[in-house]
């Protein structure tokens, strides 16, 4: 058998950009770019935008190196806990799939308001959870028809966006304001603040590589559909969890500290994938690297920088930083507590087999041990050990 293994390709290039990019263009980012703009100067929110995205792309170096090592669907998960160790990348990762679900209340009902205006008469909730429901089938029915979905949505968005942007540009005498002055009336904190809003605005490539190889508990969550193979139990979780948030953004009209909160959660991934690149280049100089980052310092930098930033945007948004509080401890919580208790239930359940380790044995110790064992033997004779 052929000692390398790689992972089933399910989607082409178009489908990861679509998916990585179509994030950038959800409903909240519109609302993201209205409190960017709050920050600078006239029309130069662009220049904010532009240095968040000259930063995402150094910290996206990061996983270029961290994914060439580990090529695996576990993805962030699996670059944490290489560096760290499990607990770490536990509770870090299911800090960042919480906050960026959580999420998803405020994008829909968002999407719903804008339904709603469109079609008089119809409440929003009607529209949050039609769509909702219409995403989770599509999701249960396979990777591929989810991944044809969202090529449609997505392209469709930037050529859309591509065709208004132009004509309000040409068409509407556009008033161009200080274009190249952020901070004509501003301040530099203001300017920093800015670009963290920004960093919101490209979530998405850290999403290509998502973790559904990791599901162990609970065990319902990862039962796979008899027809469509795939998890079907853990995306109607899901639905549900959605929904629930999308009612009490409905309710409280709550949306900016959700996007702080998604701009934190980012704030805090960078900074993982940076530290453990940082730290792995220490502990694990042979791995092979097909991509790797050429100075170290832009790494540290990665690291630093969204470190600041991400407390910045706390402090920023008193709301986003008591949400992100209560999540961490209810993580930190289901790290340490949860999950111990159920592996140690699993561990001494009688009815799961029990498997037998075997020791490992050197790949030489076998190849001698086999050429002792056929060693003086006549390869045609039958009666030979196989």
Same mark, same amino acid.
């Given at each position: 058998m052929n000692s390398t293994q790689t992972l089933k390709r399910q989607v082409g290039l178009r489908t990861v950009v679509s998916t990585g990019a179509g994030l950038a263009l959800a409903s909240i980012?519109?609302?993201?770019?209205?409190?960017?703009?709050?920050?600078?100067?006239?029309? +130069?929110?662009?220049?904010?935008?532009?240095? +968040? !995205?000259?930063?995402?792309?150094?910290?996206?170096?990061?996983? +270029?190196?961290?994914?060439?090592? &580990?090529?695996?669907?576990?993805?962030?998960?699996?670059?944490?806990?290489?560096?760290?160790?499990?607990?770490?990348?536990?509770?870090?990762?299911?800090?960042?799939?919480?906050?960026?679900?959580?999420?998803? !209340?405020?994008?829909?009902?968002?999407?719903?308001?804008?339904?709603?205006?469109?079609?008089?008469?119809?409440?929003?909730?009607?529209?949050?959870?039609?769509?909702? &429901?219409?995403?989770?089938?599509?999701?249960?029915? !396979?990777?591929?028809?989810?991944?044809?979905?969202?090529?449609?949505?997505?392209?469709?968005?930037?050529?859309?966006?591509?065709?208004v942007s132009w004509i309000s540009l040409t068409k509407f005498n556009f008033p161009w304001s200080a274009p190249f002055q952020p901070m004509l009336d501003k301040t530099p904190l203001d300017f920093f603040q800015a670009v963290g809003v920004g960093v919101f605005l490209f979530l998405g490539f850290e999403w290509v590589t998502p973790l559904a190889e990791e599901v162990e508990h609970p065990k319902f969550l990862s039962r796979i559909h008899e027809r469509y193979f795939t998890p079907h139990w853990a995306i109607w979780s899901l639905f549900v969890l959605c929904a629930l948030l999308s009612l009490f953004v409905a309710y409280t009209h709550i949306v900016k500290p959700f996007i702080y909160m998604g701009a934190f959660a980012e704030c805090l991934i960078y900074v993982a994938m940076a530290a453990s690149l940082i730290k792995l280049r220490k502990t694990h100089p042979e791995l092979q690297r097909p991509f790797k980052v050429r100075f170290l310092a832009i790494p540290i930098f990665v690291a630093v920088f969204f470190t600041v930033l991400g407390f910045g945007l706390l402090a920023e948004n008193h709301g986003a930083a008591i949400a992100m509080g209560g999540l961490a401890l209810i993580v930190l919580f289901y790290v340490k507590g949860v999950i111990p208790r159920m592996r140690s239930l699993a561990s001494s359940d009688p009815s799961k087999p029990q498997v037998k380790r075997r020791r490992p044995v050197a790949l030489s110790e076998n190849a001698a041990s086999s050429d002792k064992s056929t060693e003086g033997q006549n390869p045609d004779d039958p009666n030979k050990t196989p």
């Open positions: 980012s519109y609302v993201s770019l209205i409190e960017m703009s709050d920050h600078v100067s006239g029309n +130069a929110g662009w220049t904010a935008l532009a240095v +968040a !995205g000259f930063i995402c792309y150094l910290s996206s170096l990061c996983f +270029a190196e961290l994914g060439g090592m &580990f090529p695996s669907a576990a993805g962030i998960k699996l670059y944490i806990e290489k560096a760290f160790g499990e607990s770490a990348a536990l509770v870090l990762a299911s800090l960042y799939i919480v906050t960026t679900l959580s999420i998803v !209340g405020a994008e829909t009902y968002i999407l719903g308001n804008v339904l709603s205006f469109g079609f008089q008469g119809v409440p929003v909730l009607f529209w949050v959870i039609l769509f909702l &429901f219409s995403v989770c089938l599509i999701n249960v029915r !396979g990777v591929k028809l989810t991944g044809l979905f969202q090529d449609f949505v997505a392209y469709f968005k930037f050529f859309a966006l591509i065709a």
